[in-house]
């Protein structure tokens, strides 16, 4: 779009938004969401949402009123028929319930977005001949937010106010707006992808964020409940979301940086770093289980995905940053395998001792006096590690760009 002033190009995306009228709400969503991530200190994620809004109208998902046009299912559809006989019937029919509701006005608008990032994820992975279980974990995210929309439209009919039913709808276009970014991200990461290595894994973990979400903006105060930006802000899990979907993008351009260097990607896109990308956002990390699944999610993409014991963001492995500004990534390796993964009495006394007060120290840096034992000190200690890994991750951009734009 050609400037390099992220505010001039906000005012300059509002014009172009004005002169479309049909396009106009889901391009100010998606503008909205935008300001919510704090989108503006970068020129190319803003553009990306102005994009993503036009491949809406192209894609002919977004219609007035009148015309009450419905999303295209047929690249999804034929995307379907690629996953296992146990997974088709399961992901089809959360998709065919969903599918019912377009007709609804207050369903129009998340359908749209849903739809066309759930088109360009199905042409993604369809080039690239993925299948299950890789395919039906892609596809998790977008089954859950459909399970999430049917229980709103029931909790619609059922509301007591207009209120509740503002709140309600505002929430699902929330959420479907993220929804459509991390999609978007994904499909990218396919399409760039040099080869999907082969890696069995799958992480089992329920995908609920969105429902917390949604919870925190029905009971947040705000002075408009129709305006998705104040209702967004009000909810805490919104911005775990916003910095797990950052640090997965974030992984994507640190890869496409490398590459500009003639480099090895940093992470090795695989069946497992895929996967753990597609549900990473999603992840209420509210007690012991969930947040090993959340644990283990970060440990695969920052540790085994960077090539374990010869990290390749690290100087003595040939990259960017030394030994201090990788810190977290061996905060996440100790809390996994001296905490929840192995028994950290195991060993002689000695051993055992020092165990115990590495961890202290590991929970004392992310905020904690002692491991977490409440839903809430699982929330803020997964909060904590996402903005840390998300700083690491920026650093370690910021270190490839820099050093691909020297002589």
Known sequence: MGSSDPFKLYTDVFKQMAAVEKLQPTLKLHMEIARINSHFQSVSKLEREFLTASKLLQHGTVASAAAKAMPDFS?????????????????????????RLWDRPAFQRPAAGWSASMADLSVAATRASLGDPLLSRLFAPASAFTKLANRTAQRIDSASSDEVKSRLGASLDVIEAQLVGHTSTLASAIDSAIGIEEDQFAIDVPLTL??????????????????????????????????????????????????????????????????????????????????????????????????????????????????????????????????????????????????????????????????PRRASDYRRLQARLLKEVHTFLVRLFDELERAGSAP
């Open 210 to 371: 969105g429902r917390r979400e949604q919870i925190e903006m029905l009971e947040a105060e705000v002075s408009d409940s129709t305006d998705l930006v104040q209702l967004a802000q009000a909810a805490p899990s919104t911005n775990v979301n916003t910095l797990a979907r950052e640090v997965v993008e974030l992984v994507v351009q640190c890869n496409e940086h490398a590459r500009m260097r003639s480099l090895d990607d940093v992470f090795k896109l695989t069946n497992r770093l895929l996967q753990v990308a597609s549900q990473l956002p999603w992840i209420d990390a509210k007690n012991g289980v969930h947040f090993g699944q959340f644990l283990d999610g970060l440990y695969f993409i920052l540790y085994e995905g960077a090539g374990k014991d010869h990290l390749r963001y690290m100087k003595a492995w040939g990259g960017p940053l030394d030994d201090d500004a990788c810190e977290v990534v061996f905060i996440v390796k100790h809390l996994r395998n001296k905490w929840l993964r192995h028994d950290p009495e195991h060993g002689d006394q000695k051993s055992i001792k020092k165990s115990y007060e590495q961890l202290r120290e590991r929970f004392k840096e992310l905020g904690l006096a002692a491991p």
């Open 75 to 99: 690249a999804v559809d034929q995307c379907l028929k690629a996953l296992s006989a146990s997974s088709y019937p399961r992901i089809a029919d959360d998709f065919r319930k969903w599918e």
